[in-house]
């Protein structure tokens, strides 16, 4: 059996694992009914989704037919540019605040892609911050600092 994409492939696979995953760690909490959802209940649907998907787009990639495809090379600047914009952001949320950190995750991020141009970049930096900061601050009310540390006082 050959696989016709394996881009495509090794995706499904990759959402068929995190989909497992996601199960896995969601039995540990209680799972309820859909009448009445326990906190596992989204994160075991959600899982159940994704696994779901996983499997429905790697079925057809196994079928035999026409001749298949090398196997995509791995590229690991964006890989460790996204990842790592994402660990800063956990990391520096508390001190350096939403504001700040939710901008050095999309301008880091941003990087990772070769069209990467920093005037678009910091426009949409500009555009999500607005966004988390009316849906997260404002209507959900979370209790996380906006500002750095630092400045809290001044404001």
């Known amino acids: 059996m050959r696989i016709r994409r394996p881009k495509d492939f090794y995706t499904a696979v990759m959402f068929v ?3 497992g995953g996601a199960m896995i ?10 009448a009445r959802m ?3 209940y989204f994160p075991f649907a959600l899982g159940a989704l994704l696994a779901a998907l996983g499997i429905g787009i790697c079925i057809p990639n196994l079928r035999q037919g026409r001749e298949p495809q090398e196997m ?3 590229h690991f600047k964006p890989l460790l540019l996204v990842l790592s914009a994402v660990l800063l952001f956990s990391l520096l949320l508390r001190p350096l605040g939403l504001v700040a950190s939710t901008g050095l995750l999309v301008v880091l991020a941003g990087a990772a892609s070769h069209e990467f141009r920093l005037r678009e ?4 930096a500009a555009v999500l911050i607005l966004v988390v900061f009316i849906v997260f601050v404002y209507f959900l009310e979370f209790q996380v600092p906006v500002w750095p540390a630092f400045l809290e006082g001044w404001t």
Request: glycine residues 18%; hydrophobic residues 40%.
């Open 72 to 74: 995509p090379s791995l």
């Open 25 to 34: 760690l969601s039995t540990d909490l209680q799972i309820g009914t859909a």
């Open 121 to 124: 970049n910091l426009l949409s």
């Open 38 to 40: 326990g906190p596992g």
């Open 17 to 19: 694992l995190f989909g």
